[in-house]
Each structure stands twice: as C-alpha cells, then as structure tokens.
C-alpha cells in the first residue's frame, strides 16, 4: 500500500532531482500552494513557480519528515546558485494518492539580495 509519506517523498525526490515530469505525476490537477508569494492555483500553475527553482538548485538535503494518513510534513535544506543556505518546509495534504495541498515556508528575502546584487528586479 502506497503511503502519503510514500507519495511525498517519491515527488520530494523527483523535484531535488530535477525531474519536473515526474513530480508532476505526484500533483493533483487542481492543486492549491500556499507560499510565501501568495496563493497558486493548478498544477500547472504551480509547475511555473516551483520548476524554475528545481533548476537552480545545487543541493538538497532533507532534515525531517513527519506524516498521518492525509498529511506530511519536510523540512529540507537546499542550496541554490544564487543562494547557498535556503532551508525549507512543506506541508503536503494527500488525498487518492494525489498531492492536492502544499504550504511552503522559506526566508524570500535572500533570493531578493541575490536578484538586487545582480541588478535584476526582486
């Protein structure tokens, strides 16, 4: 039997190895984000904001992981070329084997330094 924890870390696996297609298959088509940016509706949607940081990304390390029967929660720590120290955390709601939530928490503003430092708009 195929566990949320199971799920989650099979999608947590193919996003840290950038494998966007594959983490797709992990996401329900009406998936909700809650993240530091605001709300992101669709999987679609969401591939756009999270597939551009799958491809920067040096380095993942999960720390922590905890689950039920609906939820898991990681707690990762990432390094990106722009950023070398970018911890992490999601909570996922699983339902029929599909991620259908995720609340993500990460510290924006050293992504924006990096942005200013290269003169690009945060």
């Known amino acids: 039997m195929t566990t949320p924890m199971d799920i989650v870390l099979a999608y ?8 966007f297609d594959q983490a797709m298959t ?7 984000c ?7 509706e ?4 969401f591939r756009a904001f999270m597939e551009p940081f799958s491809q ?8 922590a992981s905890y689950g039920d029967e609906t939820t898991v929660l990681l707690m990762y720590g990432t390094s990106t070329r722009p950023v ?4 992490g955390a999601e909570l996922h709601t699983v339902r029929d084997g599909k991620i259908t939530e995720i609340r993500i928490i990460f510290d ?11 003169g690009k708009p945060a």
């Open 12 to 19: 947590y696996n193919a996003w840290t190895g950038q494998d």
């Open 42 to 45: 669709g999987a679609e949607a």
């Open 34 to 40: 809650h993240a530091p940016a605001g709300r992101i």
């Open 84 to 87: 070398a120290d970018a911890p």
């Open 56 to 63: 920067i990304l040096v380095k993942a390390e999960l720390l």
């Open 108 to 118: 924006r503003l050293p992504f924006e330094q990096a942005r200013a430092a290269q």
């Open 26 to 32: 992990y996401l329900a088509d009406d998936l909700v």
